[in-house]
Structure formats: structure tokens, C-alpha cells
């Protein structure tokens, strides 16, 4: 079992930056990838980033591309989501995922329902 913990969020004027912190606990991280989700009220969990942990190759929302980026550090299964330029559209709850143990890197990860490891949510908040 993967436990994910999230750290980082907190409230941030538009313009600045903030950096998310996912810890990977429990067995050694044996997912292919960690990715970051983001939720608001009455809207759906949607995938902003994610990172194919043997690889490195990175996936980002259109909404956050050349804003936001994914980096992991596979000795100590620790991953991160650095963000600039933060607009008030980027609050929201962000979650740390990790894919499902057999699921492979490739098209279709961002559906909420082939990531099976989910942190507790940290909250971003963006002020205008």
C-alpha cells in the first residue's frame, strides 16, 4: 500500500509562486507515476500534472503549461509541483495521485479513475 502526503499549499497573491511536496510512505513507491489533481466545488478532480516516475517525461494541463512544473526524486519517492504566475483560477484543493501499480505510463492517464493512491489534499489559495 502507497500512502501519499502532501505539503505546501497555503495562500499566495496572483503573480507568486508556491512549491506542493508529495511524500511517497509505506512500500517502495512501485507506481509509474505520481501526478498532481486539483479540485474546486461542484467540479470534477482534474489532472494538471503528472511525471512517469522511471522516465521522467512530464504531462501538464493545458491550463498550467509553462506555468507549472513536475519534478521527482526517485531515491527518496518524493515528488514536487513547483508553480509560477499562480492565477485566481488555480485555487482549488490539490491531491498527490499515484497510478495504479499495473497501469502504464501513456495516453489516458488523466482520468481520475487509473489513479488508485490518493493524499489528503492540501489547499491552494490564489488572491487577485
Known amino acids: 500500500q502507497v500512502q501519499l502526503v502532501e505539503s505546501g499549499g497555503g495562500l499566495v497573491q496572483a503573480g507568486g509562486s508556491l512549491r506542493l511536496s508529495c511524500e511517497a510512505s509505506?512500500?517502495?513507491?512501485?507506481?509509474?507515476?505520481m501526478g498532481w489533481f486539483r479540485q474546486v466545488p461542484a467540479k470534477e478532480r482534474e489532472l494538471v500534472a503528472a511525471i512517469s516516475w522511471s522516465s521522467g517525461n512530464t504531462y501538464y494541463a493545458d491550463s498550467v503549461k509553462k506555468r507549472f512544473a513536475m519534478s521527482r526524486d526517485k531515491i527518496n519517492n518524493r515528488g514536487w509541483l513547483q508553480m509560477i504566475s499562480l492565477i485566481p483560477e488555480d485555487t482549488a484543493v490539490y491531491y498527490c495521485?499515484?497510478?495504479?501499480?499495473?497501469?502504464?505510463w501513456g495516453p489516458g492517464i488523466s482520468d481520475v479513475e487509473e489513479w488508485h493512491y490518493w493524499g489528503q489534499g492540501t489547499q491552494v489559495t490564489v488572491s487577485s
Open positions: 495521485a499515484a497510478l495504479g501499480r499495473n497501469r502504464p
Open positions: 509505506g512500500r517502495t513507491f512501485s507506481s509509474q507515476a
